[in-house]
């Protein structure tokens, strides 16, 4: 058990920046996931706490030591890969027992200690198998017991879900938190899949272009992004983005869209916003969500707009649609009855207690 | 796997369905056919030899049908396998080809896991290099390394020329270079992360080899082993030109120096030599086949 | 959250230090390593390979004694003896034809092969391999005795068929045949796996999909067998060309050269003038010849070999 905690840590290679300063600190217990698109340099991050890696500057602590020179099997971590890299010639047990195996601890340890992660990851009756003889979840499992056996200072896992079907990961990805509320070691999870982050993560790192773009729990960077990457990353269907500007008419503080639609904003927005420049190029960031057909009954701050529908999209529970507002493309969410139909009018409303303003120019949440 | 789904696949556009598989039968004859053909033609050498192994002088000499026994007999066999000299044949042949694997695979392990896992400086030199020698064929070495080992031992006094384990360092020159190429192809197959996770599970450099890489890779390993031991079995130049005295020679050597005497050709003995020394290579090959295979393909496809 | 309360002070200086020792401590292991782990492999490449082939070289240049340097002497003898021109000729004649014929063989069989149910492939491939599996010394041996003069188990074939006898290894042109024959019997299993192996590798979709498009199986072959096995033909081409045209043991054992060294190729010419001559610079120099047409042959196979590595 312990904290980790990286100090403007860089990743070079040969004249490319992977990872270009990062400073996080992990507390004992937690789980952070790095979550961020291919190439942000979230994978490398992970690498380097796990030694895979050497560090090109900065500092890594695990418990209080600085490990950047320290060798992977010193470090007392343990990882699970994308691929589970199970060893195909030993059996479950075996797999799981390599590292204490190698470590030479008493046989009966060994067996108590995999029959213990056996049991808590329900593969005791396969331990005998070959991995060939597993399925993907199954395999997952064992990669999970290989790490849980070691009784580490932090797991270390690399995309673990991303070779399994949608519905297995899902399934596992509950596994994982049941997992980590028993033993309650200090987990760092890497994922390009923002909903495995947010359903995973007691603090979540956003990453993007070998930086951190955010960190925090997965509620603050749903309704509180810091960034336009951010506000776009998190969250199925993503945010709208509109370009906007503000303006002042009848004394109220209003948001133009097009030249024929401008909403005006709420007390506390207008309040918060009133300092913004009025030339300013802006967007307007709504998820979609807040983009509803109208209700009987308008709530203060919902904006009715009228809007040519061009593709829509029945989920079941909801129907999403799609149209087009001053060339921007934005997405809805309106209820299965609302009568939306490809290519026909709907009247819309949008929530602007729930919108963000964002600098088109510095790509920041106003 | 399935060309059959390829030709049932054309006709299907086709009007005339019936004849569809009234072609694909034919096809199927022809082939059936001509394989027979090539398989007459490969097997009739060694069926002759068989044949021929198992008739007494007298029928060999006599104008019958040679491909026909008519008067069976084991006496050829009896006559070489209590020959002393044939046995010498027959052990220094399994001696110079056993451990020849050994030091081949003691050669190529260790250096097919650093070429393929370790990125150093020259690797990637190396590895053509090696590629390169495995190009390099017999008959261009045997001179100039003949006179190599003929100065040794005039410098040294030690001589290996005219003794069987001279071939001991001469064949590794033949087996290393492919041994290491397909090793290299395996291990590189090897997914990366395997190697990391046992670093992570606190491995050294030699247990990742000895624990993970050499058992995953076994496929490879037993190929390149078939391979090694079959080449040394077969080769017939080097030892023609190192070694002379009958005591000495391997089971090719041997047979083709000393049964064949003069003008006097004992062709059922020689031939019953043949089959005995095809044997090894023959029973591998039918046991391991595809492991044999393998090896074979392996020098094109992998890498 | 623990944030980390270490002063930076206390931090960069025992890092710096550990840095660097860390540093040269890895580097010394794992490239030492490494360069333990592949030193036999070089020893025995410098030692047993590079040595003896400069060595060669330098052979070349000395006279029949070893005693005197001749510079080209020895070359310019050869040039004047027409027994060297007949043996490169031959061993022209010998490699290109046998590599060809080969070539087309395995090609042809590796197709019938793979024209039959999957399940009977494995026994006839097993039977068609035989030839590659006997060492070459052993098999040539039962193939001249089915030559024999006096015996021959061919001839008393053909005679029934109103033909021969044939002097299969006692006339030159016959001898020719013969040589190429054994060779080509012993060689042509080794194209069949490769190119069976190539062809399973060709999507079956290729196929479908040429085969929707109208192609006959003789467009099939054309258009999508052969640009797809290209690459390995050339392999298996230019490394049968080597191995042919250094091949010793079939010439050998079955003709030694004769009739009046008619069939005598680089590796048994040398072999007879170094070994059994005892001129072994002659020797020496006879088998440097092999080198250019070696050297030819091993780069486009290198430069094929790699490109198949980037495809994959």
Partial sequence: ??????????????????????DLDIADHEFVVLVGPSGCGKSTTLRMIAGLEDISDGDITIGGDVVNDVPPKDRDIAMVFQNYALYPHMTVAENMSFGLRLKHYPKAEIKSR?????????IADLVDRKPKQLSGGQRQRVAMGRAIVRNPKVFLFDEPLSNLDAKLRVQMRIEIKKVHQKVRTTTVYVTHDQVEAMTLADRVVVMNKGRIEQIGTPNELYHHPATRFVAGFIGSPAMNFLPCRLEETDGRLHVRLTDRIAFPLPPLRAARYQSVSRNDRLLLGIRPEHITETKPHAEPGVEPFEAMLDVTEPMGMETLVYFGLNEAPV??????????????????????????????ATGLVI | MSTMTVDKAGPT????YGSMSRDRAWALRWSYFFLTLFAIFSLVPPLYMLITSLKGSAEI???????????????NYAGLLTSN??????????????????????????AAFALSRMKFWGSATLATGVFLTYLIPDSLLFIPLFKMFALIGDVTGIQLINRWYVLLFIYPTLTVPFCTWIMIGYFASIPKELDEAAIIDGASWLQTLTRIFIPVALPGLIAATIFAFTVSWAQFLYPLVFTTSADQLVLPVGIVTTLIKGDVFNWGQIMTGALLGAAPPLIIYAFLMDYYIAGLTAGATKG | MVDAAIGEDTVARPRRAATRRGLRHALKRKSTVAFLLTLPLILLITLLVVYPAAYSVHLATLNKSMQRFVGFGNFEFLFKRDTFWLVVKQSCIFAITAVVFKALIGFIVAHFVHNIPAKGQRKWRGMLLVPWVIPPAMSTLAWLWLFDPSYSAFNYTLAFFGIGPIPWTGDAAWARFSVILVNVWYGAPFFMIMYLAALKSVPEQLYEAAAIDGANWWQRIWFVTLPMMRNIIAITTLFSLIVTFANFDIVRILTAGGPLDKTHIFATWAFRVGIEGSDIPLGASVSLFMVPILAVAAIFILRDVSKRGNES
């Avoid at chain 1, 995999?114 to 329900?122: G, P, S, W, Y």
């Avoid at chain 2, 000499?61 to 006496?75: D, G, I, K, M, Q």
């Avoid at chain 2, 027959?90 to 190529?108: E, G, P, R, W």
Wanted: hydrophobic fraction near 50%; glycine fraction near 4%; proline fraction near 5%.
């Fill in chain 1, 1 to 22: 058990m312990a904290e980790v905690s990286l100090r403007k840590v860089v990743k070079r290679y040969d004249d490319v920046e992977a990872v270009r300063g990062i």
């Fill in chain 1, 114 to 122: 995999v029959a213990e992660a056996a049991r808590m990851l329900d």
């Fill in chain 1, 331 to 360: 997405c809805g969410r309106v209820s299965p009855n609302a009568g939306a139909r490809d290519g026909s009018p709907l009247r819309m409303a949008m929530d602007l207690n729930n919108m963000h303003l964002l600098n088109e």
């Fill in chain 2, 13 to 16: 556009r086709t009007v005339k």
């Fill in chain 2, 61 to 75: 000499s006599a104008a019958t049908n040679p491909w026909w026994v008519f008067h069976p007999t084991l006496e």
């Fill in chain 2, 85 to 110: 000299q044939f046995l010498r044949f027959f052990f220094n042949s399994a001696m110079v080809s056993i451990i020849v694997v050994i030091i081949t695979m003691l050669i190529s392990i260790p």
